[in-house]
């Protein structure tokens, strides 16, 4: 049972425009959501996180949003740069709780 | 700087060995968590641990063994390596709070030949 799931296996944007990532759970019970980068051959580095009491937050060129009644949330890189090619994970935890992953999303910055 | 470490970075083995991945963190951190990573699919846990002498199986049936002896050390052991074993592993380590995510090693490229 898949409970996160990011459906688009790729992305390909220009330098300077803004990124999309999409991420959909399942589980209503989930309270914490994060976005993890993944460059090959290293592991998954934190990116951003968003609690469910919120729906909007911002760091830098990175914004995460999320719609608890959609059970959606997404990840807007702007401007996005040829360094952001990379596979983003989306996570979810319900408080405390371990964490599920999606597949992740394969990011192309073209410059 | 690096504060969770996994030896090796990359393994190339025959059929039948027996391995032992290396995971240790300097953190304190009580949780620690074993992913297998194949290109394209999602990070599928296989074992986790909540504390010294505490290990759990994951959603992804392995057929590895963990072990939890020391709070900072959680390695993983294949007594007999398979081609269907090829992976990447990840380790990753979280302190209280769910905000705070977890801290994921490099990982562990593994080739079975």
């Known amino acids: 049972d898949q409970q996160v799931k990011q459906n688009s296996p790729s992305l390909s944007v220009q330098e300077g425009r803004i990124s999309i990532l999409n991420c959909d759970y399942t589980?209503?019970?989930?309270?914490?959501f994060l976005w993890y980068k993944k460059y090959p051959a290293e592991g998954p580095t934190f990116l951003i996180s968003?609690?469910?009491?919120?729906d909007k937050n911002e760091d830098g060129r990175f914004t995460v949003f999320l719609n608890k009644s959609a059970k959606h949330l997404s990840l807007h890189i702007v401007p996005s740069q040829p360094g952001d090619s990379a596979v983003y994970f989306c996570?979810?935890?319900?408080?405390?709780?371990?964490?599920?992953f999606g597949a992740g999303t394969r990011l192309t910055v073209k410059p | 700087e690096a504060d969770i470490y996994q030896t090796p970075r990359y393994l190339v083995i025959g059929t039948g060995k027996k391995i032992t991945l290396e995971c240790s963190q300097t953190?304190?951190?009580?949780?620690m968590y074993w992913y297998q990573q194949d290109p394209g699919m999602e990070l599928h846990l296989i074992h986790y641990?909540?504390?010294?002498?505490?290990?759990e199986k994951g959603d992804l049936s392995s057929e590895s063994t963990v072990s939890r002896i020391r709070t900072e050390h959680f390695p993983l052991t294949l007594e007999s390596a398979r081609p269907s074993h090829t992976s990447q592993y990840l380790c990753?380590?979280?302190?209280?709070?769910?905000?705070?995510?977890?801290?994921f090693g490099s990982g562990t490229r593994l080739t079975v030949v």
């Open positions: 990753a380590s979280s302190g209280p709070g769910a905000y705070r995510g977890y801290t």
């Open positions: 589980n209503s019970m989930f309270d914490y």
């Open positions: 968003i609690s469910s009491i919120k």
């Open positions: 996570a979810a935890s319900p408080l405390n709780n371990d964490m599920r």
């Open positions: 953190m304190g951190h009580d949780k």
């Open positions: 641990s909540y504390g010294v002498n505490s290990t």
